[in-house]
């Protein structure tokens, strides 16, 4: 039953938080930039103004083309919902786990290169194209990682894995070390930040992502956009539970340690939204064909944890 | 009894084929045909099912056929019905779908008699107990899906498919026998029971690995066998085509676990590296063989070598895993294994009847011909869309199960004892990771091109949507797809007794996952619903939906496309197919394929088009294969010469001849 | 009267009675008569089997061999009917020549059946030669350049070996005589095979030498086979059919029956590895010039010679196993190999050519036909559900029960010769139909019997001609 | 073992030696006439042998042997071959293929070969066929050795009788063999002789010479 009021309450508030978390990022990145920039809230009246919007769809844009915003939306929620933020007792903890939170998104991703193919123009298909290519080498990526954790902690559930952490001293490792760094790279990847994509841009041969949502306007865009600060507070969670679980509720004292877990999440996610928009201001975005050698890179780092996590174990 | 039922049944299917030789030409031969064949097809697909009720218990037969003293037995047990249910199961839906696609057929003729005697050939190979009867059931249906590719005979590319095709496939049986030979050894008896009381040394039984491999695994596609199958599976008639790659290819995976697991004692660990290995190159490289096509039955050929690479790894880490005792493992990876055979041939062959469905529609198989086809054929669209995304291993589809059992098991390979197995588990599922996304990758290359966007030919332009019987069993299979997807635990029902039966005394893994639930080992490790993966999203689509219909705006226009202003009159300007794959070609295809792209960009003022062509070589073929060829060539050059000598120089090899045998026998005394 | 007067009466009469017959149709329908009534004959011996005399010999070899040579003659002579006429009304075969023609064909069967029933080596001889006499007649029927040359060719090679063919007999008779005596006895197989053990065996292997040479020519196992392809080629396609069908099987029965003595002897040396050795030498050498083959009926006499080098392999491998599946191998291929011929006849003659590159898509333009040559050329190919497929399945299992190293070799013969005959297959079957699409006035009747004959076979053996096969077997060692 | 008071042996062995010698004295000869000369003497002292060996081995059946031997291979073959040499004007020096002295180095040792073969394996059996024996293989290896070295195509034919000469040889040589081989041999060697006419006749209606070159130019498949 706590399962389900926990769950509740964590699809809540991450929704209520994602366009915040957004809205610092870019709020700092403007600051950094020397820029005023926009309030932190501004996302929440962004999304507003496109729900009120009049929405435009495309002349010969199929069913699939309005259905899409939906899905990916419902997709991004769930693996925000399955990712335990503040507290491991999520009701949806055990139906998913981290290999089937990657392929939740991966779904969302599908959907979402579908759309950008669906009206036919080459924008769509040229940031659908870019955007599956950068997922395929994301993918495998993000799989060396969870072999890591796997074989750290013989399981890929992510409550499980944070208890785990909690529990006993696994200490500073190596293998952590680069499986995070890891795991970092493939959630700039994911969420098209510099160096991979830049969310800013509107420059019509950069676009990626914003290429492929091309054509979405109105409440379609304001669903996709809400999908993909989702997906940024979701990725931040994860790597928060799979590398710093410190807070989190793992079931033990239900009040106090909610409050804790709830202040702890919020911090985290804080610390994150600060460290991307450092990254991101000090960063340059690299040319498309070097995403390749980059999420190459991250791969490697994958195997590399797994190796090492061998040998000491194999000491 | 039941087995008795099977035996009908098959004979009656033979008996159709002669039917439709006799009887081809009148119309009413293809009623016959197609609907005895349904028929048939569903009596066996109910018989073994039936046949899971006898559990471990294993029905024979034997029939006074076959070689004399051998006699031809049969034998029914669990691991014959999960192949014989598979393979009904799809027969049936080819059956109906063809039933009305084959009416256009160029030469109908060509296709009634043999296939019917394909589905029966399939079926007999799965029950076969004695060496003699299943080579015979084996090349059988070597030769009648030959001769259906052959059915389209007047296409230029045919010829050259199926004779490669028709060699690698006797290579194969080639194999077999002396795989067989091995088994039965001096004894020389041939029946399987005989075969599994015989013990082999291991250096034989690795020999018969290794044949059995060549054998099994020409006709399943594993790289580097594989070259046939791109070529014939597109070839023949697309209701035949989804049975060669969705079903036949699982009759090389049954002969590879019937002989590995069953008749070829226990394991050696080293074959789970040679089988895991193959597989994940097979994976690989199949799907990036896939990406670089746009002939759209090739490219779900070529996928077809993809998921057998994928069924390949799990069977690997079982034979690893059983070699090194790791009993739950193994259970694991051949569930895995097993359950990935099944999803591929539902969604393969709903795939490749989609594809037919599209070619009867606008008589195109080239995708960058197609396009916008959701307007067209809705019905298919749909269809061929929860093919796609099963096939991409989406959940909460089937395909995504059965990866995510595969993905278990490699997760679990840190307890391989040796560094080999140790190291090559990791590679193995990135390799597999990264095969899975470029699936996905490939898939929405297929249906933003065929389905969406706009019309690239009058043909797409204007196509209408097929026929009820073409899309009953499209919605079957995608029903399927879809059911399997979020409750697997009914065919874990048929898999654990069937893994129990393969992997006698270990533990089977599953055993803690109920209806709702899958959990490999313990619920703490992991575990996977994809019942509530559905139930969840439909439920929060629902609430994103009613949320955003209270809050926003429901004023909808329909406007020109924007494309940042660009206006684009025409379809031309559309991704086609060949340009989505370019990332992928520039990033992969270099490496792999040597793909090589010459830009011809004319001078500002200049009128003529630019021009952008790709060369790609195929690897395989250049190393394998063409060496090969040529030295067939060179050494018939050579002996021809045999054929034109005088006379005088015929009686000198005469004369020669006996000298030799002269001096030997002086020799020799 | 016993079964053998008539079985060898009736074709000596008959090419006596053909030699006179002015009309050629008469004279062929009297053929395909003469040779029904033979098929009678031959097939008495089931009913109430005639005692082995000096003179004759009956036991289970040869009883079946008798029986399948008739079968052959008749279906054949059928054949020959409508394939005679036509090469008479396009003026290929001038009239003169067919009466000859009918005449030597009962002769040539006589020779055969004499061959097989005889019960004396030399009398054995006397017909192979005599075969071989009456066949270089017919090779050179047509009276081309192309003809004279390859029946000139065979008749001179075959004409050696069977002079060494002779020597190896003297030389039998010279290891006989000390232990049976001089004269018939010392040549009569019923008499020789009991006491063979006492014989020399040195001799024993000397005479074998020849005689494998000897005969080995007319079977046509490499490196003796050269006239075999253009006599086959050349001469007319009824004659290619019984050259394939009938000769070479009495020419290996004749080196069994040796190869019966010799297994007898303890001290003689095995003549497995000659046989061995010289099988897949014709395979190997068979299959590869499949490849190069530009003409029809060429291709499939090369593709003869792999089939007799299969058997003879198969009956060097010794044992009763390989023994049999060389057995079930020579009486698939005789029938295999007669309808694929009977097949190609009627192609040659609608396409009006033999070349390979000018017979286009036969089972478009004539179906029965094509289809016919289809499953004939997948059934020599060793494909199921044919009996060629058992028999070299037999082969290849009983290799490696006995030598599991020549599997190897063996299997990957087959494979090379496979390609190649598929390759032409298609070719000739399939595509897009060239030439004339005239229906052929075929009978087609002869050619669906072997097939039929061939395909049950190939899943269900009688028990009769199991129980031959394993008396045979037995008795070859 | 020679009895030197033995006077069968010594004069069949003198008479086997004779065709032996003669066999040789083909390879040697380069002109035809002299070739076909030859055979006649051949055939001859071949008449001879069987004459002596039906006397020695009181087997009269043997003197048909002579007899056939006598007239057909001595007289009505070199006959009708010189009719058939002069009436088609074929040119009269012989081709050879390999030179006259390898040739005989080559028929040594082809002789030797045969002694190596025959003398160990017939212990059992009485000097005289031994010797016989072994002299007709040698006929026969030198006979085949004839066909192989000469172009012309009367000289093959003339080694192909000779080693059926040997053949007779070696019949004429083992005791007591039965009728039914000699009737075989000079059935064959006179049907044999009826198709080589048979041949020449046609070949004559193609070329006007017999040389084997001509008729090979059709060799199968060449002009396809």
């Given at each position: 039953m706590t399962g389900a009021l926990l769950t509740l309450l964590q699809l809540a508030l991450t929704l209520a938080a994602a366009p915040l978390v957004t809205g610092i990022v870019r709020w700092v990145k403007a600051r950094l930039n020397g820029r005023r920039g926009p309030g932190p809230l501004q996302p929440y009246r962004d999304l507003l103004k496109l729900l009120r919007k009049e929405t435009v769809v495309a002349e010969n844009?199929?069913?699939?083309?309005?259905?899409?915003?939906?899905?990916?939306?419902?997709l991004t929620w769930l693996a925000a919902a399955i990712v335990p933020s503040f507290a491991t007792g999520l009701a949806l903890g055990g139906s998913a786990d981290l290999i089937a939170l990657v392929?939740?998104?991966?779904?969302?991703?599908?959907?979402?290169?579908?759309?950008?193919?669906?009206?036919?123009?080459?924008?769509?298909?040229?940031?659908?194209?870019?955007?599956?290519?950068?997922a395929s080498l994301a993918e495998p990526a993000m799989l060396t990682v969870t072999f890591t954790m796997a074989l750290l902690v013989r399981s890929t559930s992510l409550p499980h894995i944070a208890e785990f952490l909690l529990s006993h001293d696994v200490g500073i490792r190596v293998s952590l070390g680069l499986a995070l760094i890891s795991l970092m790279m493939v959630a700039l990847a994911e969420n098209g930040r510099i160096p991979v994509d830049n969310p800013a841009t509107h420059l019509e041969l950069t676009m990626v992502h914003e290429a492929m949502v091309l054509e979405y306007s109105g409440r379609h865009l304001a669903l996709i956009e809400a999908a993909q600060m989702l997906k940024l507070v979701t990725y931040l969670s994860l790597i928060a539970c799979l590398f710093a679980p410190w807070g989190l509720d793992v079931g033990a004292v239900p009040g106090h340690a909610l409050a804790l877990g709830l202040e702890s999440w919020l911090g985290k996610l804080l610390v994150g939204a600060l460290a991307l928009a450092l990254f991101e201001t000090g960063m340059a975005k690299m040319r498309v064909f070097r995403v390749a050698e980059f999420l190459g890179g991250s791969l490697l780092l994958g195997l590399l944890a797994a190796v090492f996590l061998y040998v000491s174990q194999g000491l | 009894m039941l087995l008795s039922v099977i035996g009908y049944a098959v004979l009656a299917l033979v008996a159709l084929g002669a039917l439709g030789a006799v009887a081809g030409r009148f119309k009413a031969t293809h009623d016959v045909v197609y609907g005895g064949a349904l028929a048939a097809s569903l009596v066996l697909l109910g018989a073994a099912l039936l046949a899971f009720g006898h559990g471990d218990a294993a029905e024979t037969l034997t029939l006074p056929i076959g070689l004399p003293w051998l006699r031809g037995h049969l034998?029914?047990?669990?691991?014959?019905?999960?192949?014989?249910?598979?393979?009904?199961?799809?027969?049936?839906?080819a059956s109906l779908f063809g039933w009305q696609y084959a009416r256009h057929e160029p030469e109908p003729a060509r296709v009634l008699p043999f296939y019917p005697l394909f589905i029966a050939a399939m079926s007999l190979v799965t029950i076969a107990d004695d060496a003699f009867l299943f080579l015979l059931a084996w090349e059988l249906m070597s030769l009648a899906s030959w001769l259906l590719v052959l059915s389209t005979h007047e296409e230029p590319d045919t010829s050259h498919a199926a004779y490669v095709y028709i060699v690698m496939a006797a290579t194969g049986t080639v194999a077999l026998l002396l795989a067989f030979g091995l088994l039965a050894g001096s004894a020389g008896d041939y029946s399987f029971d005989a075969i599994r009381t015989h013990q082999l040394s291991p250096l034989l039984a690795g020999a018969v690995l290794i044949l059995v491999l060549i054998g099994a695994?020409?006709?399943?596609?594993?790289?580097?066998?594989?070259?046939?199958?791109?070529?014939?599976h597109p070839a023949a008639p697309s209701h035949v085509s989804a049975l060669m790659s969705g079903v036949m290819t699982k009759v090389a995976i049954y002969a590879l676990v019937r002989i590995l697991f069953d008749l070829l004692g226990a394991p050696d660990w080293w074959w789970g590296v040679v089988v895991m290995a193959l597989g994940a190159v097979s994976a690989l490289m199949g799907v990036l063989y896939a990406l670089m096509q746009h002939d759209l039955k090739r490219l779900l050929a070529y996928h077809t070598v993809e998921n057998i690479g994928i069924i390949a790894i799990g069977l690997g880490l079982a034979l690893g895993a059983r070699a090194d005792g790791l009993d739950l493992l193994a259970s694991l990876a051949l569930i895995a294994a097993l359950f990935h055979v099944l999803n591929h041939a539902l969604f393969k062959s709903l795939l490749f009847l989609g594809a037919g469905a599209i070619q009867r529609a606008t008589g195109e198989r080239d995708m960058e011909r197609l396009g916008g086809l959701i307007h067209r054929m809705p019905a298919t669209a749909v269809a061929f869309l929860i093919g796609a995304a099963a096939i991409s291993a989406l959940p909460p589809l089937n395909g995504f199960v059965s990866e995510w059992f595969t993905f278990q098991a490699i997760l679990d390979g840190a307890a391989f004892p040796q560094w080999l197995l140790k190291f090559e588990v990791p590679v193995a599922g990135a390799m597999l990771a990264l095969a899975a996304a470029l699936a996905a990758v490939c898939f929405v290359k297929v249906y933003g091109v065929v389905f969406l966007g706009r019309a690239r030919s009058d043909a797409a332009a204007r196509a209408g949507e097929v026929g009820r019987t073409m899309l009953v069993p499209l919605y079957a299979l995608a029903a399927l797809c879809v059911l399997v997807g979020a409750l697997p635990s009914a065919v874990l029902a048929l898999l654990r007794p069937l893994a129990a039966y393969l992997l006698p005394g270990g533990p089977v893994a599953l055993a803690r996952s109920s209806w709702l639930t899958l959990v490999p080992f313990d619920a703490g490790r992991s575990a996977y619903s994809g019942f509530t993966v559905l139930v969840a999203v439909a439920v929060l689509a629902g609430l994103a939906s009613l949320a955003v219909r209270g809050l926003a705006s429901a004023r909808t226009r329909r406007a020109p496309a924007w494309d940042c202003g660009f206006p684009d009159a025409s379809p031309a300007l559309q991704y086609s197919a060949a340009s989505f794959a370019q990332p992928i070609r520039r990033i992969f295809g270099s490496v792999a394929f040597a793909a090589r792209e010459t830009v011809d960009m004319p001078e500002p003022g200049d009128a003529r088009p630019a021009r952008l062509e790709v060369e790609m070589r195929d690897p395989v073929w250049d190393w394998l294969f063409a060496p090969v060829a040529r030295a067939v060539a060179y050494v018939a050059d050579r002996i021809n010469i045999v054929q034109f000598l005088t006379i005088r120089r015929y009686l000198s090899l005469m004369f020669a001849a006996l000298v030799l045998l002269l001096l030997l026998v002086a020799v020799m005394q | 009267m016993t079964a053998f007067e008539y079985i060898l009466g009736i074709p000596v009469a008959a090419a006596l009675a053909l030699a006179l017959v002015p009309s050629y149709r008469v004279a062929a329908w009297l053929n395909a008569f003469a040779s029904a009534a033979t098929l009678g004959a031959a097939l008495s011996p089931f009913v109430e089997r005639p005692a082995t005399g000096v003179f004759f010999l009956i036991d289970d070899f040869n009883i079946y061999l008798i029986a399948l040579t008739a079968f052959v003659a008749f279906t054949t002579s059928l054949f020959s009917l409508r394939y005679i006429l036509h090469e008479v009304a396009i003026g290929r075969l001038p009239k003169r020549y067919v009466r000859f023609y009918h005449s030597m064909y009962q002769g040539f069967v006589f020779t055969m059946l004499l061959a097989l029933s005889t019960n004396n080596l030399g009398v054995m001889w006397v017909a192979v030669e005599g075969a071989t006499l009456t066949t270089v007649l017919m090779v050179g029927l047509y009276r081309t350049p192309e003809a004279i040359e390859a029946s000139w060719k065979y008749f001179i090679l075959c004409g050696v070996g069977i002079a060494l063919a002779l020597f190896g007999t003297i030389l039998m008779y010279l290891a006989a005589e000390p232990v049976m005596g001089e004269g018939l006895k010392a040549m009569t197989w019923s008499e020789l095979l009991p006491r063979v053990s006492a014989f020399s065996p040195a001799i024993l292997n000397l005479a074998f030498v020849f005689l494998l040479v000897g005969y080995g020519t007319k079977v046509g196992l490499a490196p003796l086979h050269a006239w075999l392809p253009d006599a086959h080629a050349e001469g007319p396609t009824p004659i290619s059919a019984v050259l394939s069908g009938l000769l070479l099987n009495v020419a290996l029965y004749a080196v069994l029956r040796f190869k019966m003595l010799l297994a007898g002897n303890p001290g003689a040396l095995a003549p497995g590895p000659l046989m061995i050795g010289m099988g897949l030498t014709s395979l190997f050498l068979a299959s590869f010039m499949l490849y190069r083959r530009r003409d029809i009926k060429r291709l499939f006499a090369y593709s003869s010679i792999e089939h007799m080098g299969i058997s003879t392999f198969a009956f060097g491998m010794g044992g009763p196993l390989a023994n049999f599946a060389g057995l079930l191998h020579m009486t698939m291929h005789s029938l295999t190999k007669s309808a694929i011929f009977f097949a190609v006849g009627h192609a040659s003659q609608v396409k009006g050519t033999q070349k390979i590159a000018e017979i286009r898509g036969l089972t478009a333009s004539q179906p029965a036909l094509g289809w016919a040559l289809v499953i004939g050329v997948v059934a020599i190919a060793g494909m199921p559900p044919f009996g060629v497929f058992m028999s070299e399945f037999l082969v290849v299992t009983s290799t490696f029960a006995r030598a599991p190293l020549l599997a190897a070799p063996l299997v990957l013969g087959l494979l090379v010769g496979f390609a190649a005959l598929m390759l032409r297959l298609q070719g000739l079957a399939f595509g897009k139909a060239e030439g004339t699409g005239k229906a052929s006035g075929a009978a087609l009747v002869p050619l669906y019997l072997h097939l039929a004959a061939v395909l049950v076979a190939g899943i269900y053996l009688p028990g009769p001609l199991v129980a031959w096969f394993q008396n045979v077997a037995r008795l070859l060692g | 073992m020679l009895h030197f008071a033995n006077t069968?042996?010594?004069?069949?062995?003198?008479?086997?030696?004779?065709?032996?010698?003669?066999?040789?004295?083909?390879?040697?000869?380069?002109r035809l006439f002299g070739v076909i000369r030859t055979y006649a003497y051949q055939a001859l002292i071949l008449a001879a042998a069987a004459a002596w060996q039906a006397h020695a081995q009181q087997a009269p059946h043997l003197y048909i042997t002579a007899a056939i031997a006598l007239v057909f291979k001595a007289g009505i073959v070199p006959f009708v071959l010189q009719r058939i040499v002069t009436a088609f004007n074929i040119h009269r020096s012989i081709e050879t293929a390999l030179g006259i002295g390898a040739t005989l180095v080559a028929g040594m040792a082809l002789v030797a070969l045969a002694i190596l073969l025959v003398l160990p394996v017939t212990t059992s059996s009485g000097a005289l066929t031994r010797e016989s024996l072994a002299i007709a293989l040698s006929t026969v290896l030198l006979g085949l050795l004839m066909m192989i070295s000469r172009r012309n195509a009367v000289s093959q034919v003339v080694g192909f009788m000779s080693l059926e000469n040997g053949l007779i040889l070696a019949a004429v040589g083992v005791k007591g063999m039965p009728l039914v081989v000699e009737i075989s041999v000079a059935f064959s060697v006179m049907v044999a002789f009826i198709i080589f006419g048979i041949f020449f006749f046609h070949i004559?209606?193609?070329?006007?010479?017999?040389?084997?070159?001509?008729?090979?130019?059709?060799?199968?498949?060449?002009e396809r």
């Open positions: 844009a199929s069913w699939l083309f309005r259905a899409v915003p939906y899905l990916v939306f419902a392929a939740i998104l991966g779904s969302a991703r599908f959907l979402l290169a579908l759309a950008g193919m669906d009206v036919g123009t080459a924008f769509g298909g040229l940031g659908s194209s870019r955007e599956m290519m950068i | 034998r029914l047990d669990l691991l014959s019905a999960y192949f014989l249910m598979l393979i009904n199961l799809l027969g049936a839906a695994g020409s006709k399943a596609g594993l790289v580097p066998l594989h070259v046939w199958l791109p070529l014939a | - | 069968a042996y010594d004069t069949a062995h003198l008479l086997d030696t004779g065709v032996l010698i003669l066999s040789f004295a083909l390879l040697f000869q380069r004559r209606e193609r070329f006007d010479t017999l040389d084997i070159h001509q008729v090979e130019r059709y060799r199968g498949e060449r």
